[in-house]
């Protein structure tokens, strides 16, 4: 008897005691559902736990020449990426048309601040050679034919005479003259003692002398010829070279250069006006130099140049007056081309 009321009390114990630590776990469960207790002084805190989100993150990717941003959801990672949209620059200008220069498909020749001739050179093959003159300074143009297909030289002596050197189908030179400003044409003579591009082979000038003769270095083509007399002549190469000569094209020297040159003018002295794009040095068009200083910008002419082609681009002065062609714009300056302003 003695023996089983000794067993009953030490079941009767353990029973306590596993009561006892059953209600301290469930206080425990409990502070824990309710969130632990402000830590004593003396204790050390415990340190909340945070959960893992199981909700995608975000990945930015930035782009630095767009403030734009959109979103598109990559469904294989599980990621939201942002993508910058593109723009042509920051601030929302266009970005700088970079021109291409080439044999001048339009020449300039100005007579004063209001006159001035225009041509479209055409092809020996293909045709479409015009001539068109203003009055206006270059407000409005009026075009008449020329039987020719190609021309490659105006010369003019007034506002209703001049001269075109150009080709017929054979790309044979012939001249044609007017005296009423362009209405009509008559047979102008031999070309021969005359300076002219070749309509054919775009690295070949034809001197006073008879000769054909290639004055840019390097096989470059000839962009554009200025001459000046029956000795002297300057011509603008594709590589950017100036070149001049006195001896009739005998003989020819570097006069200056400009990278990207366009087209030229002769400044009436010893030195050459050059256009070129000018987004390198500040200007929102063309910038006008000078070919023995090209580093130096002389004036500004801002003009859209989106569209333009190469060759398009001419230049020309009379006095302190000029005049520039840019695609179908007409700029014009009367302050020795330091101030441009569109024609219109």
Not at 3 to 13: F, Q, T
Not at 81 to 108: C, H, K
């Amino acid at each position: 008897m003695a023996d089983r009321r000794v067993l009953r009390r030490v079941v009767s114990g353990v029973g306590l005691a596993a009561l006892a630590v059953g209600t301290g776990a469930l206080v425990t469960l409990a502070m824990q559902a309710q969130g632990a207790a402000p830590a004593q002084a003396g204790e050390t805190p415990v340190t909340a736990f945070t959960p893992v989100d199981s909700a995608p993150t975000s990945t930015f990717t930035y782009s630095p020449t767009t403030a734009g941003q959109t979103q598109s959801s990559d469904a294989a990672a599980g990621a939201v990426t942002a993508t910058a949209t593109p723009t042509t620059s920051a601030t929302g200008e266009p970005a700088a048309v970079t021109l291409t220069a080439a044999p001048l498909s339009q020449l300039l020749v100005a007579v004063d601040a209001t006159h001035a001739w225009r041509v479209t050179v055409g092809s020996c093959t293909s045709g479409g050679a015009s001539v068109l003159a203003s009055s206006d300074a270059g407000r409005t143009w009026t075009a008449h034919p020329v039987p020719v297909k190609a021309i490659t030289r105006l010369r003019a002596t007034s506002a209703r005479s001049a001269f075109v050197i150009g080709a017929d189908g054979s790309c044979a030179a012939t001249m044609r003259r007017t005296a009423n400003g362009g209405t009509s044409w008559t047979f102008g003579g031999g070309v021969g003692s005359s300076w002219y591009r070749d309509a054919a082979a775009p690295r070949v000038v034809h001197t006073p002398r008879g000769v054909a003769v290639r004055p840019c270095q390097g096989g470059a083509q000839v962009v554009d010829l200025l001459p000046s007399s029956s000795a002297r002549a300057t011509v603008l190469c594709a590589d950017g070279q100036v070149r001049s000569t006195s001896d009739s094209g005998a003989s020819w020297s570097a006069s200056g250069s400009a990278t990207g040159a366009l087209a030229a003018a002769s400044d009436g002295g010893t030195d050459t006006w050059v256009a070129r794009g000018g987004a390198d040095q500040g200007c929102e068009g063309i910038a006008v130099v000078r070919a023995s200083r090209p580093t130096a910008v002389v004036g500004c002419a801002k003009v859209d140049l989106s569209g333009v082609q190469p060759g398009q681009v001419a230049l020309s002065t009379a006095g302190t007056s000029g005049w520039l062609l840019v695609g179908d714009h007409t700029l014009h300056s009367d302050d020795g081309l330091k101030t441009w302003t569109l024609a219109g």
